[in-house]
């Protein structure tokens, strides 16, 4: 079964600066989806960026970026000069997507991320 | 676009109670999910409607709880008898399928309390 482990519960960042978020996977699948989403206190999730396992190059949405490493099953997300407003707990998610399972997501457990002013 | 509707957005009850949240997707979206989300964990799949069809439905999804989507639009998620290990964040979620890759819209969710 696939899993999705993010070891970080807690990051903090200085408001301007770059910080990442981890992620490992697990799945014997080789086509796959991969996400990161946001969920800021008491608001919905939404997506942040998205990764086709397929494609080498790593995904980038203005400020956010991935660090995909297929052989390593690791997809880390980087968040260059922090907001305020990206305060929120953050969520990988892998994509199931082969027989009977299509399209509900494994998400982490989350990492909370707090941006000092 | 108005985004996933979820009500109610709070829900208290005893233990025993049954209760019933409804999800409005986004109108054209062919696909929902519902998943729960306990606190300090990330959402759980529960289960998926294609159009008006079932088509998957997790283990943590017990005999006490039903899902419907009536003619492919909204979908109600119905707990009987409900018990303390219910009480969680019930989300709904959309998406548009033609590829994998398109991302779910999620709804804020209803908070469910059982006393």
């Known amino acids: 079964a696939q899993t999705v482990t993010q070891s970080q519960p807690e990051m903090s960042v200085q408001e301007a600066e770059t910080v990442t978020l981890s992620c490992t996977y697990d799945?014997?699948?080789?086509?796959?989806?991969l996400f990161w989403y946001k969920q800021p206190p008491s608001r919905q999730m939404i997506l942040v960026i998205r990764q086709e396992a397929y494609k080498q190059q790593n995904a980038t949405e203005n400020r956010f970026s991935v660090n995909f490493q297929k052989a390593a099953k690791s997809f880390s997300l980087k968040i260059s000069d922090s907001q305020l407003g990206d305060a929120a707990m953050y969520f990988c998610?892998?994509?199931?997507?082969?027989?009977?399972?299509?399209?509900?997501?494994?998400f982490g457990k989350g990492t909370k991320l707090s941006v000092k002013p | 676009d108005t985004g996933v509707s979820q009500n109610p957005r709070h829900k208290i009850t005893k233990r025993g109670q049954n209760v019933t949240f409804r999800c409005d997707p986004i109108?054209?979206?062919?696909?929902l999910y519902w998943y729960r989300q306990t606190l300090g964990q990330g959402p759980e799949f529960l289960t998926y409607f294609q159009n008006e069809a079932q088509l998957e439905k997790s283990r943590l999804l017990s005999d006490r709880f039903s899902a419907e989507r009536p003619k492919g639009s909204f979908s109600t998620l119905e707990i009987q008898r409900t018990e303390q290990g219910d009480s969680a964040m019930y989300l709904c979620?959309?998406?548009?399928?033609?590829?994998?890759?398109?991302?779910?819209?999620f709804g804020d969710g209803t908070r469910l309390s059982i006393l």
């Open positions: 979620a959309s998406s548009f399928e033609t590829q994998g890759n398109q991302p779910q819209h």
């Open positions: 799945t014997s699948e080789s086509d796959y989806y």
């Open positions: 998610a892998y994509r199931v997507d082969y027989g009977g399972s299509q399209g509900n997501l494994i």
């Open positions: 109108s054209e979206h062919n696909r």
